[in-house]
């Protein structure tokens, strides 16, 4: 991965920043309606689940939250993914797999505001400051232009930090990913979580808002890529789904809850899928 291309990671880090600098003072003055990710202790399990992740988003083309941007402006190839997801959850819960014992769940370190915390919070923020610190004189002569409608990358993952973050606070696993393998995991008899209506709502109105942005921009279009993508997409979906139930959790989820509540097993399973895509582009080639 070259030097001018990890602009993608920074603003991965600018999102989980974002997302942290809210939460976690949220839950600090407001602790029975704002919430942090609890943690599960780092196994082998999750170090897998979180490489298999990678190697799945590699295969699909695009990780959980690319697979809805790319369903919802048109491309029918990628309902292969969420059927695949949705497939590779139900496996999980049949083998009994999915997530981890409720036993070895532990609070999120921030928890309360002690040094160590607060000292987690001045890091977000720093991180937010200096990644945004060069970027916000144009975006406030952008404001002068009514015209500008799109937002750069940088505010858009700030912008899905802090209200994604938010949402996992306060509405629990909200995800369509996360909703998909709840219900899943309910096929099969496992218990599901207790998110219930306000998740699904919220994971309905994210995929609505994606279709509505993608028409207006002009970038909706409805297209097949044909049989080979379109069986790609599928195993790619098959290998996160399973990946994120094992984990808990998939890329959204980790990225804008668990890093921010410095949640052992998101930390963990986050960093393997992210080793797993840059060696994967890194062996390819190819410039992401």
Request: a positive charge.
């Amino acid at each position: 991965m070259r030097q001018r291309r990890t602009g993608r990671l920074r603003s991965f880090a600018v999102t989980a920043a974002g997302s942290g600098i809210v939460i976690v003072p949220a839950h600090w003055v407001w602790p029975d309606a704002v919430s942090l990710s609890p943690g599960y202790p780092v196994s082998a399990t999750v170090l897998v689940a979180g490489a298999l992740f990678g190697l799945g988003a590699r295969l699909n083309g695009a990780c959980a939250l690319g697979t809805l941007s790319n369903l919802t402006g048109g491309n029918l190839s990628y309902a292969a993914s969420v059927l695949g997801m949705v497939a590779g959850a139900v496996l999980i819960a049949m083998a009994g797999h999915g997530g981890g014992a409720a036993s070895d769940l532990r609070p999120s370190p921030l928890e309360v505001p002690t040094t160590e915390a607060i000292a987690a919070v001045l890091m977000f923020l720093a991180i937010v400051v200096i990644a945004l610190s060069r970027r916000m004189p144009r975006w406030l002569r952008t404001l002068r232009d009514p015209s500008a409608m799109r937002i750069g990358p940088y505010r858009a993952m700030l912008l899905l930090g802090v209200c994604g973050g938010l949402l996992y606070a306060m509405a629990g696993q909200w995800t369509y990913l996360s909703v998909l393998s709840q219900r899943a995991a309910g096929l099969v008899g496992a218990v599901p979580s207790e998110d219930g209506l306000v998740a699904i709502l919220a994971a309905a109105a994210v995929a609505a808002g994606g279709a509505i942005a993608a028409w207006r921009s002009g970038h909706f279009q409805l297209r097949w890529d044909g049989h080979h993508a379109t069986l790609r997409c599928l195993g790619g979906g098959l290998v996160m789904g399973a990946s994120a139930a094992a984990i808990p959790g998939g890329n959204g989820t980790m990225l804008i809850f668990g890093l921010p509540s410095l949640a052992p097993h998101a930390l963990t399973g986050y960093a393997a899928m992210m080793v797993v895509l840059c060696l994967s582009f890194v062996a390819t080639g190819r410039d992401r």
